[in-house]
Protein backbone atom coordinates (compact mmCIF):
# COMPACT_ATOMS: atom_id res chain seq x y z
CA UNK A 1 0.00 0.00 0.00
CA UNK A 2 1.52 3.46 -0.68
CA UNK A 3 0.84 6.49 1.11
CA UNK A 4 0.05 9.46 -0.46
CA UNK A 5 1.01 13.01 0.73
CA UNK A 6 -1.89 15.17 0.06
CA UNK A 7 -0.72 18.94 0.57
CA UNK A 8 -3.33 20.26 2.80
CA UNK A 9 -5.71 22.98 0.54
CA UNK A 10 -4.50 26.28 1.02
CA UNK A 11 -7.96 28.18 2.94
CA UNK A 12 -10.20 31.06 0.17
CA UNK A 13 -8.99 34.37 0.52
CA UNK A 14 -10.33 36.32 2.81
CA UNK A 15 -12.39 38.73 0.53
CA UNK A 16 -13.46 35.91 -1.77
CA UNK A 17 -15.25 34.71 1.38
CA UNK A 18 -16.69 37.92 2.25
CA UNK A 19 -18.22 38.30 -1.02
CA UNK A 20 -19.96 34.92 -1.16
CA UNK A 21 -21.28 35.43 2.44
CA UNK A 22 -23.04 38.55 1.13
CA UNK A 23 -25.25 36.09 -0.56
CA UNK A 24 -26.43 34.51 2.64
CA UNK A 25 -29.27 36.78 3.64
CA UNK A 26 -29.72 36.90 7.29
CA UNK A 27 -31.37 39.02 9.99
CA UNK A 28 -30.15 41.76 11.53
CA UNK A 29 -29.86 42.52 14.93
CA UNK A 30 -28.54 44.63 17.77
CA UNK A 31 -26.61 43.02 20.51
CA UNK A 32 -26.76 44.88 23.96
CA UNK A 33 -25.50 44.93 27.49
CA UNK A 34 -25.25 47.03 30.41
CA UNK A 35 -24.01 46.35 33.99
CA UNK A 36 -21.13 47.09 35.98
CA UNK A 37 -18.56 47.31 33.17
CA UNK A 38 -20.69 49.83 31.05
CA UNK A 39 -23.60 49.93 28.38
CA UNK A 40 -22.60 49.27 25.13
CA UNK A 41 -24.49 47.77 21.72
CA UNK A 42 -23.42 46.71 18.55
CA UNK A 43 -24.94 45.72 15.55
CA UNK A 44 -24.60 41.71 14.38
CA UNK A 45 -25.82 39.29 11.62
CA UNK A 46 -23.42 36.27 13.24
CA UNK A 47 -26.28 35.13 15.35
CA UNK A 48 -28.20 31.57 15.09
CA UNK A 49 -29.63 29.21 17.18
CA UNK A 50 -27.60 26.48 18.87
CA UNK A 51 -29.75 24.23 20.37
CA UNK A 52 -33.41 24.55 22.61
CA UNK A 53 -32.05 22.40 25.40
CA UNK A 54 -31.04 24.34 27.19
CA UNK A 55 -32.20 27.50 25.00
CA UNK A 56 -28.75 28.53 23.59
CA UNK A 57 -28.13 31.06 20.95
CA UNK A 58 -24.50 31.97 19.35
CA UNK A 59 -23.36 35.57 18.65
CA UNK A 60 -19.85 35.82 16.99
CA UNK A 61 -18.07 39.34 17.92
CA UNK A 62 -14.97 40.56 16.49
CA UNK A 63 -12.27 40.89 19.32
CA UNK A 64 -11.18 44.31 17.82
CA UNK A 65 -14.79 46.48 18.29
CA UNK A 66 -14.85 49.06 20.76
CA UNK A 67 -17.79 47.01 22.64
CA UNK A 68 -15.75 43.57 23.16
CA UNK A 69 -14.76 44.22 26.98
CA UNK A 70 -17.19 45.60 28.76
CA UNK A 71 -19.78 43.35 26.77
CA UNK A 72 -17.76 40.27 27.54
CA UNK A 73 -17.06 41.72 31.17
CA UNK A 74 -20.61 42.35 32.01
CA UNK A 75 -21.12 38.78 30.70
CA UNK A 76 -25.09 39.30 29.96
CA UNK A 77 -26.66 40.69 26.79
CA UNK A 78 -29.83 41.41 24.49
CA UNK A 79 -30.37 39.50 21.69
CA UNK A 80 -32.53 42.66 19.95
CA UNK A 81 -33.63 41.08 16.35
CA UNK A 82 -34.74 43.86 14.29
CA UNK A 83 -38.49 44.57 12.55
CA UNK A 84 -38.42 45.88 9.36
CA UNK A 85 -38.49 49.93 9.54
CA UNK A 86 -35.52 49.48 11.85
CA UNK A 87 -32.76 50.09 9.55
CA UNK A 88 -31.30 53.31 10.35
CA UNK A 89 -30.62 52.14 14.00
CA UNK A 90 -28.91 49.14 12.81
CA UNK A 91 -26.26 51.54 10.79
CA UNK A 92 -25.95 53.80 13.94
CA UNK A 93 -24.84 50.55 15.83
CA UNK A 94 -22.85 49.16 13.48
CA UNK A 95 -20.63 52.27 12.21
CA UNK A 96 -17.92 54.06 14.81
CA UNK A 97 -20.90 56.25 16.54
CA UNK A 98 -20.39 56.71 20.02
CA UNK A 99 -22.53 54.80 22.27
CA UNK A 100 -24.56 57.41 24.03
CA UNK A 101 -25.60 58.66 20.21
CA UNK A 102 -26.67 54.91 19.40
CA UNK A 103 -28.87 54.46 22.22
CA UNK A 104 -30.30 58.29 21.99
CA UNK A 105 -32.10 56.63 19.08
CA UNK A 106 -34.84 54.14 19.79
CA UNK A 107 -36.96 53.64 23.04
CA UNK A 108 -35.26 51.00 25.26
CA UNK A 109 -36.18 49.73 28.42
CA UNK A 110 -33.56 47.36 30.40
CA UNK A 111 -34.62 44.00 30.75
CA UNK A 112 -34.56 41.23 33.38
CA UNK A 113 -30.99 40.95 33.24
CA UNK A 114 -30.35 45.05 32.97
CA UNK A 115 -29.46 44.65 29.06
CA UNK A 116 -31.46 47.53 26.70
CA UNK A 117 -34.30 45.69 25.27
CA UNK A 118 -35.70 47.74 22.26
CA UNK A 119 -39.52 48.82 21.45
CA UNK A 120 -40.90 47.66 18.14
CA UNK A 121 -38.00 44.90 17.88
CA UNK A 122 -39.21 41.48 16.32
CA UNK A 123 -38.08 39.60 19.25
CA UNK A 124 -35.80 40.00 22.15
CA UNK A 125 -33.50 37.40 23.85
CA UNK A 126 -31.88 38.14 27.15
CA UNK A 127 -29.16 35.76 27.49
CA UNK A 128 -25.95 34.78 29.86
CA UNK A 129 -22.84 34.06 28.56
CA UNK A 130 -22.28 30.55 29.11
CA UNK A 131 -19.17 29.86 27.27
CA UNK A 132 -16.57 31.81 24.94
CA UNK A 133 -14.63 30.00 22.10
CA UNK A 134 -11.95 32.45 20.01
CA UNK A 135 -11.93 31.79 16.30
CA UNK A 136 -9.47 33.69 14.32
CA UNK A 137 -10.51 37.41 14.46
CA UNK A 138 -13.50 36.70 16.65
CA UNK A 139 -14.89 35.10 19.26
CA UNK A 140 -17.88 32.72 19.40
CA UNK A 141 -20.27 33.68 22.36
CA UNK A 142 -22.23 30.96 23.39
CA UNK A 143 -25.46 32.27 24.94
CA UNK A 144 -28.03 30.98 27.27
CA UNK A 145 -31.80 32.79 27.03
CA UNK A 146 -32.76 33.40 29.85
CA UNK A 147 -36.37 35.51 29.02
CA UNK A 148 -37.73 36.37 25.92
CA UNK A 149 -39.88 38.55 23.79
CA UNK A 150 -41.46 38.12 20.54
CA UNK A 151 -43.64 40.48 18.76
CA UNK A 152 -46.28 38.37 16.32
CA UNK A 153 -47.19 41.11 14.04
CA UNK A 154 -43.63 42.93 13.43
CA UNK A 155 -42.04 42.42 10.36
CA UNK A 156 -38.18 41.11 9.45
CA UNK A 157 -35.42 43.58 8.48
CA UNK A 158 -33.27 41.21 6.73
CA UNK A 159 -29.80 41.83 5.24
CA UNK A 160 -28.28 40.46 1.66
CA UNK A 161 -25.75 41.28 -0.86
CA UNK A 162 -24.85 44.21 1.56
CA UNK A 163 -28.34 45.57 1.10
CA UNK A 164 -31.22 46.13 3.75
CA UNK A 165 -34.68 44.46 2.74
CA UNK A 166 -37.90 44.80 4.93
CA UNK A 167 -40.04 41.66 4.70
CA UNK A 168 -42.76 43.85 5.56
CA UNK A 169 -46.22 42.19 4.66
CA UNK A 170 -45.78 37.78 5.31
CA UNK A 171 -44.78 36.43 1.65
CA UNK A 172 -46.31 33.40 0.38
CA UNK A 173 -44.31 30.61 2.10
CA UNK A 174 -43.57 28.13 -0.85
C1 LIG B 1 -25.30 44.75 8.92
C2 LIG B 1 -24.12 44.62 9.87
C3 LIG B 1 -23.83 43.39 10.43
C4 LIG B 1 -22.75 43.24 11.31
N1 LIG B 1 -22.52 42.02 11.88
C5 LIG B 1 -21.50 41.88 12.77
C6 LIG B 1 -21.31 40.66 13.47
O1 LIG B 1 -22.04 39.68 13.29
N2 LIG B 1 -20.28 40.58 14.37
C7 LIG B 1 -19.45 41.64 14.60
O2 LIG B 1 -18.53 41.53 15.42
N3 LIG B 1 -19.63 42.84 13.98
C8 LIG B 1 -20.64 42.98 13.09
N4 LIG B 1 -20.85 44.19 12.47
C9 LIG B 1 -19.96 45.31 12.78
C10 LIG B 1 -20.27 45.85 14.17
O3 LIG B 1 -21.61 46.23 14.30
C11 LIG B 1 -19.36 47.04 14.45
O4 LIG B 1 -18.05 46.63 14.30
C12 LIG B 1 -19.63 47.46 15.85
O5 LIG B 1 -20.55 48.51 15.81
C13 LIG B 1 -18.41 47.84 16.56
O6 LIG B 1 -17.96 49.04 16.09
P1 LIG B 1 -17.11 49.92 17.06
O7 LIG B 1 -15.79 49.21 17.22
O8 LIG B 1 -17.00 51.25 16.39
O9 LIG B 1 -17.89 50.02 18.33
C14 LIG B 1 -21.93 44.36 11.61
C15 LIG B 1 -22.24 45.62 11.05
C16 LIG B 1 -23.33 45.75 10.20
C17 LIG B 1 -23.66 47.11 9.64
Known amino acids: MSLALVAPLPHVPCQDFRNA ?4 AAAVNIITSDGPHGRVGFTATAVCSVTDDPPTLLVCLNRSASVHSVLTANAELCVNTLAGDQQGLSNLFGGKTPMAERFAAGHW ?7 PLLEGAAAGFECRISRTV ?3 THDVLFCEVLALKRDDDASALIYFDR ?12
Open 109 to 115: RPGQNGA
Open 134 to 136: DVG
Open 21 to 24: MAGL
Open 163 to 174: NYYGLSTYPTPL
